[in-house]
C-alpha cells in the first residue's frame, strides 16, 4: 500500500503532529505500508518564515519528503504546488493531518475528486476546548470546506477511545479507528546520570535540588499557569526549580515570567526554550517530577516520552490518556487546580519511595507505546478504509 501524508509544515516547534508523522512512517515501511510526505516550507503553526534544514524534525531524515512553497495567505499555510503535486501522486490513500489550513483541505478535496480514500487525523484540533477557541475564523473555513472534507473522509483517525467519545457529534457517519503514536523506547532507557548532571550542570548551575519539568509547547491551553501558580504553594524547604522546555507560543513565555515575578518565583523558573535530541533526554533525566495540567490534550506523547524516561508523572484529567494511567497507577491524576496540583507536588517530592514507585509503573505503561507495538492499529485502519472504498466503488450505480 502507498500512502500520501498531508502535513502543514514538518517544523520540530510544531510539536506532535510533525513527529508522529515522520515516525510513523517510519514504522509504517516495516509494516508494508510506503509513505510519501507532502508538506510546505514553513516554519511552524502560524509561522511566516520559511523553514531551515537543523529545523525538520530529525525523524524525517532518509524519507520521501516533497517539500512546496507557501504563497499568500502564508498564515493559511497556501500552496498550489502542493495541491497540484497531490493531484498526480501515484498512492492508494491519502492521510490528511491537521485541519483549517490550505494543505489538509487540498488533501480531503483532491483525494475525493480523484476517488482516492483519505483518512483524517484531527491531531486535537476537534477536542471541545480547542473548537470553542477561535470560532469566528474556524467557522468560516468550516462553512467554506472543512465539513465537507470531514463528512466525506473514509476514516476519522484518533488516538485514544477518550478522544473518540469527545469527537462523536463531529462527522458521526463516518468510521472511526484508534491508533495512538509511539515512541523509540529504546531512546529513553539506560543510564541517565550523566545527561541529568549535564543539565543540571549547564541550566541550574550544579545545583542538586528538586527539579519540576515540563516539556513540550509554552501554550494556554498547557495549563503552564496554573502550573506556576503551584509551583509558588509549594514549602521553600528544599526549595525545588521549574523548568519549562518548550517553544513559545502567542507570548507565553513572557505571560509566565510575568506571572512568576508576581508570585515570587521568578529566580526559581526556567525557560530554556525548545530542547531536542540528548538536551531533552538531559532534562527528562533530571526531573525529580514531570507535570502536565493541561487543558486539553488529545493524547500526549510529551507524557509517554516522561514515563519512558522514568519520569514521576502528573497530569490533569484533561490529557485523554488519564483514565488508562489512573486504571495502571502509572502517574498521578490531579484536577485542573493550583492547591490540588501543588499538594500532590509536595507529596511526591517528600516521598522518595513513591517517586520510584510512580517511576517502574511508568516505564512499564510507556513500553506498550513503542512504535513496534502501535503500528499495527494505524496500518490496519488505512486497510479497512481502502477495503471500504474499493467495496463502494464495485457496488453498480
Known amino acids: 500500500m502507498r500512502v500520501a501524508h498531508v502535513i502543514p509544515d514538518l517544523a520540530r516547534r510544531s510539536g506532535g503532529p510533525p513527529v508522529f508523522v515522520a515516525e510513523a512512517a517510519r514504522a ?5 505500508v510506503a509513505s510519501t510526505i507532502l508538506t510546505t516550507d514553513l516554519s511552524g503553526p502560524r509561522a511566516l518564515t520559511r523553514i531551515e534544514p537543523g529545523d525538520v524534525v530529525a525523524a524525517a531524515a532518509g524519507l520521501d519528503v516533497r517539500v512546496f512553497a507557501a504563497r499568500a495567505p502564508r498564515r493559511f499555510a497556501s ?10 501522486i501515484d498512492v492508494d490513500l491519502v492521510h490528511v493531518h491537521m485541519l483549517h489550513l490550505f494543505p489538509t483541505l487540498a488533501g480531503g478535496l483532491i483525494a475525493r475528486r480523484r476517488g482516492l480514500p483519505y483518512v483524517i487525523s484531527p491531531h486535537g484540533a476537534l477536542d471541545p476546548y480547542i473548537r470553542a477557541r477561535s470560532r469566528l475564523r474556524k467557522a468560516v473555513v468550516d462553512v467554506v470546506a472543512q465539513r465537507r472534507v470531514l463528512e466525506r473522509a473514509a476514516a476519522l483517525h484518533v488516538t485514544t477511545a477518550e478522544e473518540a467519545e469527545l469527537l462523536a457529534d463531529v462527522a458521526p457517519e463516518v468510521p472511526r479507528f484508534v491508533a495512538p503514536p509511539g515512541i523509540d523506547a529504546a531512546a529513553f532507557a539506560g543510564d541517565k ?20 519539568v515540563n516539556v513540550g509547547r509554552l501554550a494556554e491551553k498547557k495549563g503552564l499557569d496554573v502550573l506556576i501558580d503551584a509551583f509558588a504553594r509549594l514549602p521553600d524547604a528544599p526549595r525545588p526549580w521549574l523548568v519549562l522546555v518548550g517553544p513559545d507560543e502567542a507570548g507565553q513565555r513572557e505571560l509566565l515570567q510575568r506571572r512568576a515575578a508576581a508570585l515570587g518565583v521568578a529566580d526559581r523558573l526556567v525557560l530554556p526554550g525548545p530542547l531536542y535530541g540528548d538536551d531533552k ?3 527528562l533525566a533530571a526531573a525529580s517530577v514531570w507535570a502536565l495540567p493541561s487543558r486539553s490534550e488529545n493524547f500526549g506523547i510529551a507524557v509517554i516520552e516522561a514515563l519512558a524516561a522514568g519520569c514521576p508523572t502528573i497530569v490533569s484529567p484533561h490529557v485523554n490518556l488519564a483514565p488508562a494511567l489512573a486504571a495502571d497507577a502509572a502517574a498521578r491524576v490531579v484536577p485542573l487546580q493550583a492547591d490540588a496540583l501543588a499538594a500532590e507536588l ?10 520510584r514507585q510512580l517511576s517502574a509503573r511508568g516505564v512499564s505503561f510507556a513500553r506498550r507505546y ?9 496500518a ?9 472504498s474499493r467495496a463502494r466503488r464495485s457496488v453498480p450505480a
Request: glycine share 10%; proline share 6%; hydrophobic share 60%.
Open 193 to 212: 546520570r550523566a545527561a541529568a548532571a549535564g543539565f543540571r550542570r549547564t541550566l541550574l548551575g550544579g545545583s542538586a535540588d528538586p527539579v519540576i
Open 370 to 378: 513503542d512504535w513496534a507495538a502501535v503500528v499495527a492499529p494505524l
Open 380 to 388: 490496519d485502519g488505512y486497510r479497512a478504509a481502502l477495503a471500504r
Open 346 to 355: 509536595a507529596a511526591l517530592l517528600a516521598d522518595a519511595p513513591a517517586r
Open 79 to 88: 500552496s498550489p504546488s502542493l495541491a497540484r503535486a497531490l493531484a498526480r
Open 281 to 283: 533526554l538531559g532534562a
Open 28 to 32: 509504517l515501511a516495516r509494516a508494508g
